[in-house]
């Protein structure tokens, strides 16, 4: 039945209860939730009789896993170990999604979760909708990550949308594509985007709030501000969150360098340091405008450390110097808009939106600027391009060209 999956029987442990109902594929139950497994012959006999479970509890109990395996890998725990774990034996109640799966693309997932960080502590049923916010989003990820870059810095400076959710998604995806330029493993992809996504809910409103304020902040808020990593571990404690390590992100992701006792936690509070900057230095504010993605990229390799060399330039290969969604003038003095990264940082693949007389096309053309006639002579910042970009143009543009 399409109800059910497997049980991945070589991974489950003997002698411990079954934390989900055992039923074969016509419905019948095998063996019911709490009791245990006995022995090799007690496994042998389930799977002659092809042991399923409901899709609700695989997709819980993988969630079990993945959390126990972002743990261990948090300790320093060995790789091939961690990829070998059995099957926990305790599912805890916040990895069952039943009611809160989230579906639709990705300004669907920030008006989810601006929701969720403006209630705050009054959030209901908080981390299982953390869970599907950071599943549907690394599902989007996987399947397109240019149109996810392409989405966000188009919603960045449309203030209206709610900064604070455009800017935590956005820092997770620069994150995550940084982590897979180092290789890093999945668990630490994970964490660090569940950690991008919570980590100013401790001042979300005021996020929000200071993008469009006239002024700089007040003594006050600049206080709130440098007291929101600490509160936002708060918050995510009282709702009910226990992950050690997403906590120390949170904890320490405006001052990494005080985080001495953890390697692995070390390298990856630096990598979200890192993103929630560059992010906010691409974001504009009423009281300055958007710094081009070229210049924070610049910066960003600029400023280098022995520390820090290997992310920043990491960080700068994820994203290119004209990321999807930003907008370039190419020589053929058309105005384009990046809709995906090219084989080369200073060669993405654009749609030219406004041609060389200054006037918006409405059938969008693909421009390929590896080639020097139709290269990228210059960004241009967003605040001047005064078109409305068509997101399905895009889309059918990309399919066509295959890019």
């Not at 969008?364 to 600027?369: E, G, K, L, Q, S």
């Amino acid at each position: 039945m399409s109800s059910y999956r497997p049980v991945p029987l070589e991974r489950v442990q003997l002698g411990k209860p079954l934390p989900v109902d055992i039923w074969s594929p016509s419905g019948r139950l095998l063996l019911r939730r709490q009791q245990v497994l006995q022995s090799e012959a007690h496994r042998e006999m389930l799977r002659s009789h092809q042991a399923c479970m409901t899709e609700t509890d695989a997709q819980a109990w993988q969630k079990s896993l993945e959390r126990q395996m972002r743990a261990f890998y948090n300790e320093g725990a060995d790789m091939l170990l961690i990829a070998q774990l059995p099957l926990p034996w305790v599912i805890e109640e916040e990895d069952f999604l039943s009611g809160h799966e989230l579906n639709g693309g990705w300004m669907d997932v920030q008006d989810v979760l601006r929701g969720l960080l403006y209630q705050g502590e009054l959030a209901v049923c908080p981390l299982p909708r953390l869970q599907a916010l950071e599943d549907r989003a690394l599902a989007l990820l996987t399947q397109d990550p240019d149109e996810g870059l392409f989405v966000l810095f188009q919603a960045l400076p449309e203030l209206q949308l709610g900064y604070c959710a455009s800017h935590a998604l956005l820092t997770g995806v620069v994150a995550v594509l940084t982590a897979d330029k180092l290789a890093l493993p999945l668990a630490a992809r994970f964490t660090l985007l569940r950690a991008a996504l919570v980590m100013n809910i401790g001042m979300a409103r005021l996020q929000d709030t200071l993008t469009h304020q006239k002024t700089s902040p007040t003594p006050a808020q600049r206080q709130d501000i440098n007291q929101h990593a600490g509160l936002s571990v708060s918050m995510l404690s009282a709702l009910g969150v226990k992950d050690s390590s997403l906590l120390n992100l949170v904890r320490w992701h405006h001052t990494p360098d005080l985080l001495t006792d953890d390697t692995n936690a070390l390298m990856l509070v630096r990598l979200l340091h890192l993103a929630d900057t560059l992010t906010a230095k691409m974001a504009p504010r009423r009281v300055r405008q958007a710094m081009l993605p070229l210049d924070a990229t610049k910066i960003l390799v600029k400023n280098s450390s022995p520390d820090t060399t290997l992310l920043r330039h990491a960080m700068a290969a994820a994203l290119g110097f004209y990321p999807p969604g930003s907008y370039v003038q190419l020589a053929t003095g058309e105005t384009a808009v990046v809709i995906a990264r090219g084989s080369k940082a200073n060669s993405p693949h654009v749609a030219s939106i406004i041609n060389a007389a200054g006037m918006p096309v409405s059938a969008y053309a693909y421009r390929n600027t590896s080639q020097a006639g139709q290269a990228v002579k210059a960004p241009v910042a967003a605040h001047t391009v005064q078109v409305k970009v068509n997101l399905d143009k895009v889309q059918r543009l990309r399919e066509l060209h295959g890019v």
